[in-house]
């Protein structure tokens, strides 16, 4: 007796999913994208100019980087053979790439789209290089990392890297009613339940297909709200990566969010970390750097805020701490904004890393021993305490070295009492040298 899937036709019958079902035909179909698709986009210019150079697209799960590729094949006429960096090794390569070579030879050139390529090793990402030099193969990369820190330098060199983004609600909302269209009738969901649906997709076109399918599986009486829907389908979880390129976004947003003074954005931000599982502990202790980095000594309670918080989520502990961080985070967002005690710290580096081991002037140092006296160790050196106004202006820097003027306070919060104070001290110091 032959085998069910044997028998002939039976794959033209097999039901398809709506994503495959649902796939574009043409580079015009693809929905989103226009930033490499459009007319004066890199695609659109390739395309136009029938150049068409090695590519990898960096971008989301969902967002159309396997059917891009695979149409630019037939735009282009090359043969489309794609592999997986999960499951392909040195082995398969091997036979991918002589395969290319006999079908050049025979006139016919190659498309290699390799998704997720980034799981390729620096060996492996190294054999392609040849194959893409003679042009037995055109590259089609698919990676969800950033590739400048996942690709060899070799590999990004010779090939371009085009961003492909999340689709926005105009698109899922276009993809929405091509999958309705597909299937022949509405979605039984009310406005709310239908933006509800595409929310729970989060920008991913094949997740929301998914979704669609199951949704117009349902036998229902009448349209469905907003809680029916989410009581039936869990939301997809937020993309985020604790330890990669999602991970160093997010902490970005936040802290610009923090600079920015802008406590909304600021919560929303700690608010996505945490729902993707970040540690606290990691949230409070950027959130001190933060004070320490943009705040200083506009706001000096604003470090001892951070600290606090940190130590109130450490006897808490979760949930009930993350609150603790919440209100340092607000605390911080909306103080002064000051990074002059940064920038004067990095000069002050700067100028050691310069100056090298040079000695600090003689009439500053101790001279403990009788040798040390006779050299000239502190000769010299007046003690503030005995000169005028509890200041005798003289030089602190090694000799050689012009005085610099590293600590500039602004003019926001606690520092415009520094800044008088500096403003102050300056005026004495070229008193006392005019003397």
């Excluded at 392909?88 to 390799?114: D, H, I, M, P």
């Excluded at 805020?305 to 130590?311: E, I, K, T």
């Excluded at 050299?375 to 106004?389: C, F, K, L, S, V």
């Excluded at 602004?410 to 004495?428: I, Q």
């Amino acid at each position: 007796m032959a085998d069910l899937f044997d028998q002939p036709g039976a794959e033209s019958t097999a039901p398809r999913p709506l994503a495959d079902r649902l796939r574009p035909r043409t580079l015009g179909e693809v929905i989103g994208q226009p930033q490499v698709l459009g007319e004066e986009a890199p695609l659109g210019v390739m395309l136009a100019s029938g150049s068409l150079s090695s590519l990898i697209f960096w971008g989301p799960p969902g967002v159309g980087k396997t059917t891009i590729a695979r149409l630019l094949a037939d735009e282009t006429d090359l043969e489309f053979v794609q592999i997986s960096a999960i499951f392909s090794g040195v082995a398969e390569l091997k036979k991918v790439f002589e395969a290319a070579r006999q079908r050049r030879r025979a006139g016919q050139g190659t498309l290699l789209f390799v998704d997720e390529i980034h799981r390729f090793n620096k060996a492996q990402q190294d054999g392609f290089l040849p194959y893409m030099e003679d042009g037995t193969i055109l590259l089609v990369g698919a990676t969800t990392e950033n590739p400048s820190f996942e690709l060899n330098a070799a590999l990004l060199s010779r090939a371009q890297v085009l961003v492909l983004e999340r689709l926005g609600p105009d698109d899922m909302e276009l993809l929405l009613q091509r999958a309705e269209a597909e299937i022949g009738r509405d979605l039984p969901l009310q406005p709310e339940a239908r933006a509800a649906l595409k929310d729970m997709a989060d920008g991913d076109g094949r997740a929301l297909l998914n979704l669609v399918e199951q949704v117009a599986a349902w036998k229902v009486s009448a349209p469905l709200d907003r809680d029916a829907l989410s009581a039936r389908l869990m939301r997809r979880a937020a993309k985020y990566d604790k330890s990669g390129e999602e991970h160093y976004n997010l902490i970005s947003a936040l802290h610009k969010s923090v600079r920015g003074s802008d406590p909304d954005a600021a919560l929303y931000w700690f608010g996505r970390m945490l729902a993707g599982g970040e540690d606290p502990r990691f949230l409070a202790r950027r959130i001190t750097r933060m004070a320490v980095e943009d705040i200083g000594l506009a706001d000096p309670q604003a470090q001892a805020v951070c600290l606090d918080s940190w130590n109130t989520y450490e006897r808490l502990g979760s949930p009930e701490g993350e609150l603790a961080l919440a209100q340092a985070l607000v605390y911080i967002a909306l103080a002064p904004k000051s990074n002059a005690t940064y920038v004067a710290y990095k000069g002050a580096m700067a100028l050691a890393r310069k100056t090298g081991s040079a000695m600090p002037p003689k009439h500053i140092l101790n001279a403990p021993t009788g040798m040390m006296k006779d050299q000239g160790y502190g000769a010299g050196y007046a003690y503030d305490h005995d000169a005028e106004d509890g200041f005798s202006g003289q030089n602190y820097f090694p000799d050689g070295v012009t005085r610099p003027d590293l600590y500039q306070p602004v003019e926001r919060g606690f520092e415009r009492d520094l800044k008088k104070r500096v403003e102050y001290f300056n005026k004495l110091r070229a008193k006392r040298q005019d003397d």
